[in-house]
């Protein structure tokens, strides 16, 4: 029941933002279905905006099983005093305006004892066709050019401390630095 309630919910939020925002600037409403019980009703109402509870324990499981070194950055990141993810001025870590690979924006974030995994770009902060300006799991050789307003998006702890840090020959991808 609980699901439902949830589903007739959104769908009612959808259809206010739907009638009363402007498409390219809409917000995000993400609501987490504790059953994939009415996923069919949600897929065919446009619904974008589910997390079915049970899906994302299974990812979870099925990139542990096979990253066994992820263990401690998982255990770091869902406990209430490990690890975050914030967005920190792109200032930080290269001369604002500078063309630079993300690999050196990674290599700043390790100095600081942090991760990047992405960055923002305030021009598009406002788009949401452009996922307002959010670039995550960046290829390293990517040519990226920060400005004033910019943030790099790193995962790190609130009192300086070195975020935990997985081994990087479990990792895969291009998302952790080691």
């Known amino acids: 029941m609980n699901t439902l309630l949830t589903l007739l919910t959104l769908l009612q939020v959808r259809d206010i933002i739907d009638r009363n925002c402007d498409p390219d600037n809409e917000p995000f409403v993400v609501s987490e279905l504790l059953s994939d019980e009415f996923r069919q009703i949600a897929d065919e109402s446009d619904v974008r905006d589910i997390v079915v509870s049970s899906e994302l324990v299974s990812l979870l499981l099925v990139q542990l099983a096979e990253n066994p070194g992820l263990l401690d950055l998982y255990q770091d990141l869902f406990d209430a005093d490990g690890a975050e993810i914030y967005l920190k001025p792109a200032a930080y870590y290269v001369k604002e305006g500078a063309t630079t690979s993300f690999m050196t924006i990674v290599d700043a974030a390790n100095e600081r004892g942090e991760i990047a995994i992405g960055y923002r770009l305030q021009a598009e902060s406002g788009l949401k066709k452009k996922a307002f300006?959010?670039?995550?799991?960046?290829?390293?050789?990517?040519?990226?050019?920060?400005?004033?307003?910019?943030?790099?998006?790193?995962?790190?702890?609130?009192?300086?401390?070195?975020?935990?840090?997985?081994s990087p020959s479990l990792v895969a991808g291009n998302v952790v630095s080691g």
């Open 133 to 166: 300006g959010v670039y995550v799991n960046t290829r390293k050789n990517e040519q990226v050019t920060l400005g004033e307003g910019d943030m790099v998006v790193v995962i790190a702890t609130d009192d300086g401390m070195p975020a935990v840090r997985p």
